[in-house]
C-alpha cells in the first residue's frame, strides 16, 4: 500500500514528529504502531489495508527515524516514551491500542509508565526490554562513540546489510527509501544514543521486570514472536507470561525478527482476534508468594496420594531402629583392628 497523502507532522517537545494516518474514526478505539530500532513507518504498509477497515489507524515515526525529525536530544528510552505520550495528548487520543515491533515495543513497555491509563490494549512483537540477551552486534554497536562519531557515512548502507542478515523480506523500493531516510544527517546519532540506554555488552539493559512494581494498573497484553528470531529470542515471550497473569502468546513459526513482514496475513488475523476479543482479561502481576505457597500445596498433594509418604515412614522406620552412627563407627574400628595384619601383609 501507498500512504500518499496520508502523512501528517506536529511539533512535539522540540521534535517534528512524522506520522501516517489511514481509516475513519469509529467506536473502535484507535490504533497506534510503533516500528523497531533503525526502521520506519514503512514497515507496517502490508497490514494497514486491513487494519484500517473499521478504524483510525495511526502509523509513527519515531523520533530520530524515518521522516521525524533528528534533534540533539538523550535519545533515552524514557525521552522515547515522553515525546509518544505528549503526542497523545496533542492529537486527544485518549484511549488507543498499541503495537509496538522490537525498540518500539520497549518504548510501548515504558508508556504504560507515563500514560498508563491511555493503553486499552498492547501487542509486543518480537520486542526489547523483556530480558538481557540480544544480537552481539548490537551489543558491539553500544560502544561509545564510535557510532556518534563516526558512523554517519555508513548508516546507508548498514541498513541494507542489517536489513539482509536479519532476513527480512521487503521490497527492494522500500529497502532503498529506508536506506535513504536512515542516512539523512543526524540518524548516526539518533541511532547511537539510543543503542547506548538500552544496551551494553552484556546485552539489554532495561527490563520491564525491573520497574513492574511500578504499574499502577496494566492493559489486556499479547505478544507475537518469530520462533527462529535471531535478534531477541523468542523465549523473552514466556519470560513476560512467566511474569504477567492473563498474557495472550503466540509464536509464528518458521519465521525471524520481522513475523510481520514474513507472515502479514496470520499476524493480521491474529492481530484483530486479540484487539476485538471481549472475553481478554486485563493481564496483571503474579503474586509471587501466592505461587510458592500453590506449589507447595500441589507438593503436598502428590507426596500424599503417591504413596511418597509410606515409602518415606517406613525409610525413617528403619532408620530408628538401626545402629546409631557412633555405634556403627566402633563396629568398623574394631573390625579393622582385627584385620590389621591381614592389611599388612
Known sequence: MD????HHFADVEGCRLHWAELGQPTAKPP?????GLNDCYLTWKNLAPALMLDRRVLVLDLPGHGLSGRPDASYKLGWYARVTARWFEALGLDTIDVVGHSFGGGVAQVMLLE???RVRRLVLVSSGGLGREIAIALRLASIPGVIELFGQPFMGPGTRLALKATGDVQLEADVARLSAMNAQSGSARAFARTVRDIIDWRGQRHTFFKRAKELRQLPSIAVFWGSQDTIIPASHAQALADCLQGVRVRLFEGCGHYPHHEEPDAFVSALRDFLDDPTVPQARLRDVRNEKRRYS??????????GARRFWRKRTDRRATSPAPDAVSAVLHSHFANHRSDFAK
Open 3 to 6: 500512504f500518499g497523502q496520508r
Open 31 to 35: 490504533l497506534v504502531l510503533l516500528h
Open 115 to 117: 500514560c498508563p491509563e
Open 297 to 306: 500445596e500441589l507438593i503436598a498433594t502428590w507426596f500424599a496420594a503417591s
